[in-house]
């Protein structure tokens, strides 16, 4: 995976959107009634913006660049050094993110999820073209179905497909999820 210097560099290079993702504005469109969310590898902060427009927003990234926005609270740190805020978050928040890290991570993850668990990730038989140098772990859709049911999920959105996620003439397999734990 890469390492914080060289998202850093990639955000230092790279034109990065400012708009929400497609991701984000389906999010908000879901009405979600809570109070708080974890914007878990906010890159660039362009959903944590638009979450903080409903939610007290907490955006995590090792590489983040900060907005100049003073309602959102910036953590530039792994995801594993907030895991006290994520267990007392009411929505975390995961835009590609689960695919940069490992299955066991995604298990501790969700274990310690208490509220919604939104999140869009690449899925295995993606086949990446517009960044080549990223390494991701692409996600298993039968397995990652079968945890949420082995934690106690209740799934109010569960997709797959392209056509979610396109970027730059970019239009890859991506899983799509809105859970609420049961538990």
């Known amino acids: 995976m890469r390492s914080r210097e060289e998202w850093e560099n990639f955000y ?4 990065v959107p400012t708009e929400p ?6 999010i908000m469109g879901q009405n979600i009634k809570a109070r708080s ?4 590898g906010c890159g660039n902060c362009r959903d944590s913006v638009e979450l903080a ?3 007290i927003t907490t955006a995590v990234d090792s590489a983040c660049p900060a907005p100049d926005n003073n309602v959102i609270k910036i953590m530039r740190c792994d995801w594993k050094d907030a895991k ?3 267990r007392q978050t009411d929505i975390v928040y995961s835009r590609f993110f689960l695919h940069s890290i ?10 310690i ?22 390494d991701r772990n692409l ?3 039968p397995w990652i179905i079968q945890l949420t049911k082995d934690l106690c999920y209740n799934v109010i959105v569960a997709k797959y497909g392209r056509g979610m996620a396109q970027y730059k003439g970019e239009d890859p397999l991506v899983g799509r999820m809105i859970l609420k734990r049961t538990i």
């Open 12 to 15: 230092e290079r790279e034109i």
């Open 21 to 26: 993702s497609n991701f984000c504005q389906f």
């Open 37 to 40: 969310v974890i914007d878990l």
């Open 53 to 55: 427009k409903r939610y």
């Open 84 to 86: 006290d805020i994520i």
């Open 102 to 111: 490992s299955n066991e991570e995604i298990i501790e993850l969700m274990k």
């Open 113 to 134: 999820t208490t509220g919604y668990f939104c999140a869009e990730f690449r899925i295995d038989g993606d086949r990446p073209t517009l960044y080549t140098d990223h």
């Open 139 to 141: 996600i298993s859709w």
